[in-house]
């Protein structure tokens, strides 16, 4: 700022001119007051009053410069700080939730593998049955056939020899088991 410069300039100026005035003055006798002309010392003093409100004003601006400065800067911290806050919050948000579906999908992963056991049991144990029913109608069949077979051989004249205790009528047909434990 020229105006700025050229005040200071203008004080220091006047203030050396003021101190010139002084040193300039007459020395009084046995003291050290001095006698200096009245007129150019008021006439100093008020160019003094002129330029000092205007290095004052200008100091005052320069002043309200550096403290809107300050408020500019501090109110982009706060915004700074704010967006961190934010940002902050929702990474911590974020993260809760991963967990908590991570935390889910082990439940819901536990809850199937519990099912697909019971699943299979009930699977397992219905297989058990159909195939001990069959096995069930397979040995009534045998015997439906064995019946049959031993009436034709009855018709035809020829007679069947009797299996004795424990033995079987045909050596070739499989042993039907009498008990079979229940899944």
Do not use: W
């Not at 005035?21 to 009084?28: E, I, R, T, W």
């Not at 982009?76 to 934010?86: F, P």
């Not at 199937?112 to 144990?125: H, L, Q």
Request: with cysteine; net charge negative; hydrophobic share 40%.
């Amino acid at each position: 700022m020229p105006g700025r410069r050229s005040t200071a300039i203008d004080i220091i100026f006047l203030v050396e001119r003021l101190e010139a005035l002084v040193a300039n003055g007459k020395k009084l006798p046995l003291t050290n007051n001095v006698v200096i002309d009245q007129a150019s010392a008021l006439d100093l003093i008020d160019q003094l009053r002129v330029a000092v409100p205007e290095e004052v004003r200008q100091a005052k601006r320069v002043n309200q410069e550096s403290e809107r400065i300050l408020e500019k800067a501090q109110e982009e911290a706060d915004r700074m700080v704010a967006r961190a806050q934010e940002q902050a919050a929702f990474l911590i948000q974020e993260r809760e939730l991963t967990r908590a579906a991570e935390e889910r999908s082990r439940e819901i992963i536990d809850e199937g593998g519990r099912e697909a056991d019971e699943i299979r049991r009930g699977a397992d144990e219905y297989a058990a049955s159909v195939l001990i029913r069959l096995e069930g109608e397979c040995v009534k069949a045998l015997q439906s056939i064995r019946h049959g077979i031993a009436m034709l051989d009855e018709r035809r004249g020829e007679p069947q020899p009797q299996p004795e205790p424990g033995e079987e009528a045909y050596e070739d047909e499989p042993e039907a088991p009498a008990d079979h434990a229940r899944v």
